[in-house]
């Protein structure tokens, strides 16, 4: 029988490998759709990089160039940047059975929260079944943590990410 003494380090194992088999999925050319609420569209590749923009659930890009585990793309729109793969989805994202507009019937934080069966019903019921409080839920989503704060915080407590970020 074999024996697995270190299972937490198996595990991250595995989840890198898996995120790195995430970027390999997408090819230049490749359309993608944005599958969280918000992804950072940013200058260069990297989870510190200065953020250009932000492209909504749902947004259709084109895989343009694929560096140091990041996608940069193209939305319909135009805009341009650098992505994590994480955040995109190679099924196409429906927003409506019928196709119209969404913004006539949702929001996009409603539209993020369907697509994993949460709506204000559901919080309503847990809020009064259970006394759950959503409020720091809403005061972290709200938040973000400043690139250049990070990057600070970083070198002040002389840590690094992996690939030298």
């Known amino acids: ?26 090819e230049r050319g490749d359309p993608g759709d944005v599958a969280v609420r918000s992804a950072e569209l940013r200058e260069a590749p990297g989870h510190l990089t200065a953020i250009r923009g932000h492209l909504d659930y749902g ?16 939305s319909e729109a135009g805009e341009e940047g650098w992505l994590h793969p994480s955040a ?11 196709g119209d507009d969404v913004e ?16 204000e019903e559901v ?11 959503f409020a720091p839920v809403d005061r972290m989503e709200a938040g973000g943590a400043d690139p250049e704060d990070l ?10 990410l992996p690939g030298g970020e």
């Open 123 to 133: 919080e309503e019921r847990y809020r009064s079944e259970r006394g759950l409080s």
């Open 104 to 119: 006539r019937d949702a929001d996009r934080d409603e539209i993020a929260l369907a697509g994993r069966g949460f709506n």
């Open 1 to 26: 029988m074999l024996r697995i003494r270190n299972l937490p380090v198996l595990f991250l194992v595995l989840v890198i490998a898996g995120a790195g088999s995430v970027a390999l999925a997408f």
């Open 59 to 74: 947004t259709r890009v084109e895989v343009r160039d694929r560096r140091e585990g990041f996608l940069r793309v193209r």
């Open 151 to 160: 990057r600070a915080f970083l070198e002040q407590g002389e840590l690094h």
């Open 88 to 98: 995109l989805s190679r099924d196409p994202v429906i927003l409506t059975g019928d």
